[in-house]
């Protein structure tokens, strides 16, 4: 099992820049699949970002392609969310989440293990 502790949130204005973090407990983060997702009110939870268990492999969704970028740090057992050129739109909560047994998947139900959040709130 993992636990996931995200941190990092906060409110910025648009353009600016945010780095969230999520903390994993456990033994064996390497051999977890690591993603972000995000959830707006009103709206579902949709796909931002994942890593391979190595770090070596990423997936980005498009509307945060080029600005958003994945990555992990095994030592550490933490992966990382860096956030650029941030919009109004990427308003929302920020989840972390890993599995197993998934590949870089874009679908929340693919990932058995769940943080808390974190709010991410971007100002025009």
């Known amino acids: 099992q993992v636990q996931l502790v995200e941190s990092g949130g906060g409110l910025v204005q648009a353009g600016g820049s945010l780095r969230l973090s999520c903390a994993a407990s456990?033994?064996?983060?390497?051999?977890?699949?690591t993603a972000w997702f995000r959830q707006a009110p009103g709206k579902e939870r949709e796909f931002v970002a994942a890593t391979s268990r190595s770090g070596g492999n990423t997936r980005h969704a498009e509307s945060v392609n080029g600005r958003f970028t994945i990555s992990r740090d095994n030592a550490k057992n933490t992966v990382y969310l860096q956030m650029n050129n941030l919009k109004p739109e990427d308003t929302a909560v920020y989840y972390c989440?890993?599995?197993?047994?998934?590949?870089?998947?874009?679908?929340?139900?693919?990932?058995?293990?769940w943080g808390q959040g974190t709010q991410v709130t971007v100002s025009s």
């Open positions: 456990g033994r064996t983060f390497n051999d977890y699949v």
């Open positions: 989440a890993a599995d197993r047994y998934v590949g870089l998947s874009t679908t929340s139900k693919s990932y058995g293990y």
